[in-house]
């Protein structure tokens, strides 16, 4: 009877552990996400009110150098690669207009509070 007991409050402890350790895991990985969407890990320098053409934005086109047209404005999103949710999908834009793409019902509300962070200027001639 007494190592019954025992083998029930053993197996009842181990239990409480595993519950205890996933919660823990999950809250962490949750608060690493939100942190890593909220703020690029550098912010860009430029000075306020600068203009870039289309030509010079379409250079910036890779992956450790990503910048994009939403709305006539544009955004270095380099810092932001490695975390966007939808992996590769940045990249369908990268050095070019993604207004289109940035639209999509795919993207939360909250990325129209994100993006100010990665503005670095205007698009000098949006028709272009």
Excluded: C
């Amino acid at each position: 009877m007494f190592s019954a007991v025992l083998a029930l409050l053993l197996l009842l402890v181990v239990i409480f552990f595993l519950f205890s350790s996933v919660r823990r895991v999950d809250k962490h990985s949750t608060s690493v996400t939100d942190h890593r969407i909220s703020k690029p890990s550098r912010k860009p320098s430029y000075r306020a009110g600068q203009k870039f053409t289309l030509v010079e934005v379409s250079s910036h086109n890779r992956r450790d150098d990503l910048w994009l047209v939403i709305d006539g404005k544009v955004y270095d999103f380099t810092s932001f690669v490695e975390d966007h949710p939808g992996g590769d999908a940045i990249l369908r834009y990268a050095g070019g207009d993604a207004t289109f793409g940035f639209k999509g019902p795919q993207h939360p509300d909250r990325v129209w509070d994100m993006i100010p962070d990665y503005f670095i200027g205007e698009l000098e001639n949006p028709r272009e």
